[in-house]
């Protein structure tokens, strides 16, 4: 049987054991060294991704039909943490989350590839599944905040917004800066609005003053005042 096991300093010595498929255990060197062909690997060490944390094993497995002795190699793949391709940086700069999802599977002898529980399974730690991205400044851009209410309902009136010059810095706070350290024109402060003509309506003046004349001369008395439209 032959295994490589990724550990946690990157690197997997691979060594050899003979084993017996009938009695499913591990079993002295003499028993493969009996076939010639049966030649034992040697030790070897290499790099390994710690990331995939695979655990692999192939066993060398020996038969005998006809007088006949056979020799090949099955190989399994333990449980293992699998991860997805990280997602687009969730910013273009100023400090932004790339996400992935990662998840404990087991792939059996044929390839096959099940998700299982991570608490019983995954004993290595798992990979996380966040990181940070585009840790940098952003340039100073032009910040404009929402149109105000117009002065007027109708016959021309002004909106006004709030326009500031901002920068979004590497740990996500956000600066705000004198106008001219953003590079282009900055967009218009206020519009017209309301422009629609306003409807007719009654508009009264003042009172006149009333007139007092004799009762004898004029039996009512006399009310002056005007109404325009």
């Known amino acids: 049987m032959v295994s490589d096991i990724c550990w ?9 054991e003979c084993y017996d498929l009938r009695s499913g255990r591990v079993v002295v060197d003499q028993y493969c060294h009996y076939y010639p062909e049966n ?11 710690m990331e995939l944390n695979t655990q692999r094993h192939t066993i060398q497995i020996l038969t005998s039909a006809n007088n006949r002795q056979s020799l090949y190699d099955v190989t399994f793949h333990d449980v293992r943490w699998e991860s997805s391709p990280w997602t687009a940086c969730s910013t273009s700069c100023g400090g932004g989350i790339q996400s992935r999802l990662v998840s404990c599977v087991e792939e059996d002898m044929q390839g ?7 608490w ?7 990979p996380s599944p966040l990181q ?5 400044d952003c340039p100073p851009m032009w910040d404009t905040h929402d149109w105000g209410q117009c002065s007027q309902s109708c016959g021309g009136g002004v909106q ?15 600066l705000e800066l004198p106008d001219t350290f953003c590079p282009t024109k900055s967009p218009t402060s206020q519009q017209p609005c309301g422009e629609q003509e306003c409807p007719p309506e009654w508009v009264t003046t003042s009172w006149s003053q009333v007139a007092y004349l004799s009762a004898r001369d004029h039996p009512a008395i006399l009310l002056l005042f005007k109404w325009t439209c």
């Open 8 to 16: 946690p300093a990157g690197y997997q010595l691979t060594s050899a």
């Open 39 to 49: 030649v034992k690997p040697k030790p070897k060490l290499q790099e390994c991704n």
């Open 112 to 118: 096959t590839i099940t998700p299982t529980e991570e």
């Open 120 to 126: 019983k399974y995954c004993q290595n730690p798992k």
């Open 132 to 136: 940070a991205c585009n840790r940098f």
């Open 160 to 174: 006004r917004r709030q326009v500031l010059c901002k920068q979004r810095l590497a740990d996500g706070s956000i």
